[in-house]
């Protein structure tokens, strides 16, 4: 029999509780509280901070449009292939532990992020972030349901986990245009650094001592780095197609070594004895469209926050605290959703329903953006798709996650999460080079057959939102024709969790 959400919930709640917090833990449990959402949050505000600078950092560091990508791919790719990975070294090595490390890595490459005056040493600092963000992302849930384990309890910290996780993207976009505007894009990064250090001072001391797993897990490092390495390549031939060719022999060189490393991934997975991702598990129908849905709603949703921070600062002419006040909106409503409104809907109506509806809201939102014109106004071509983007991304979120737990056993709701993430972390990278890509290469044949440089690169943010809405409209209509769930049942802690393995 296939387990409800709210079956999902209440196994989650009675195995969890069995691991009681230590002795003397009990009234420094809201602190660690705290300490953790303080370490997730530095990791959430920087998926939006970055993006308000991007056109800072590539006037500044040379980047070509294209290439640009890279700035945030790099961090896309090592978070979302070490992400399942980090949640098994944290079973190993002790959930603490972990935390401490990612939070350390973190902060180090932001450190070298600050400083980075070249686009190799930028990037390659990125790359470290992201993998530092995997670990703090995979273990910090963890340790929250180790430290309450009272259903109320639980509930309250995953309310406030929930709001951090879902408010963070407001934060970062005000602050990385304050700093841009104030100082410079160096800062967005090295404000990490104090963040990072109480952090750690702050989890030595509250933090509970937990000992490491005595099972001999067989870590599936080499399907982390396959399946990393595979999607690098992928988008580097995406991102460089225009400019080598699509038929180039580089280009398919590097695609063939793409899937090269993909078929040794997928017979990796096969063999290995703790895989990072099971392949048993895509026999489930649930989980299957929820990963293709959730791909395409990354697909598009990253492009938008790239793209619509482009046109806004290089068309439109906007500072970087303006583009931070224009994403605002959006971020607000998305806070929201995450803090019931989403889960409200779904009991309402159905998981299919509302996926399909968060889908199609977000495609209406970017083919608003599709008509936005060169002199654009603020209140008519800004606001109304940052708004429809917001409420599309907010009611599309918890359906993806709910959808990819419905048919899949209690103790693997989990890991079912954990894939799905991955799946966001992948769609959005893949995403953005191709949209990327493509407004580049339409720019550029514009701007060889006459345009005017600036209307060309705004027809070229055009044709990206347009396919970005048919990524989403395709998610939609994939999880209208192929989902078939039952009606969703209260999943309590469930509908406040980010994705974790």
Partial sequence: MHATDKEIADQATSDQGAHAPPAGMHDRRWLALFVLCAGVLMIVIDMTVVN?????????????????????????????????????????????????????????????????????????????????????????????????????????AMGVYGFVCAGGGSIGVLLGGSLTSALDWHWIFLINIPIGIVVVALSLLLLPRAPPSDERRHLDVVGAITVTAALMLAI???????????????????????????????????????????????????????????????????????????????????????????????????????????????????????????????????????????????VVDVLPGMLLLGLGAGVAFNPVLLAATS??????????????????????????????????????????????AIDALNRGYHVAFVVGAAFAAAGALIGVVFLRTRPAEPAGEVTQQRPNA
């Fill in 236 to 378: 580097h031939a995406i991102v460089n197609g225009n400019d080598a060719g699509w038929l180039s022999g580089r280009t398919l060189a590097t695609l063939a070594g793409a899937s090269a490393l993909l078929v040794i991934f997928l017979v990796v997975e096969a063999r290995v004895r703790a895989p990072l991702m099971p392949l048993a598990m895509f026999r489930l129908r649930s989980l299957v469209v929820a990963n293709i849905s959730g791909v395409l709603w990354a697909a598009a949703m990253f492009a938008w926050f790239f793209i619509s921070a482009l046109y806004l600062q290089l068309v439109l002419g906007y500072s970087p605290l303006q583009v931070g006040l224009a994403f605002l909106p959006s971020n607000l409503i998305m806070a929201a959703f995450s803090l019931g409104l989403s889960a409200k809907i779904v009991l309402r109506y159905g998981i299919r329903a509302t996926l399909a509806v968060g889908l199609l809201l977000a495609a209406a939102g970017l083919l608003l953006f599709a008509r936005a014109p060169v002199a654009g106004q603020f």
């Fill in 407 to 452: 048919d899949v056993a209690p103790t693997e709701s989990g890991l079912a999460s954990g894939i799905v993430n991955t799946s966001f972390m992948m769609g959005g990278a893949l995403g953005l080079a191709i949209l990327a890509s493509i407004a580049s290469g339409r720019r550029a044949g514009l701007v060889a057959a006459g345009a005017d």
């Fill in 52 to 156: 308000v600078a991007l056109p800072s950092i590539r006037q500044d560091l040379g980047f070509s449009e294209a290439s640009l990508a890279w700035v945030v791919n790099a961090y896309l790719l090592t978070s979302g292939g070490f992400l399942l990975l980090g949640g098994r070294l944290g079973d190993l090595y002790g959930h603490r532990r972990l935390f401490l490390i990612g939070v350390i890595a973190f902060t180090v490459a932001s450190f070298a992020c600050g400083l980075a005056t070249t686009q190799t040493l930028l990037v390659a600092a990125r790359a470290i972030q992201g993998l530092g963000g995997a670990i703090v992302d995979a273990v910090s849930l963890s340790l929250i349901m180790d430290l309450f384990t009272a259903p109320t309890d639980r509930a309250r």
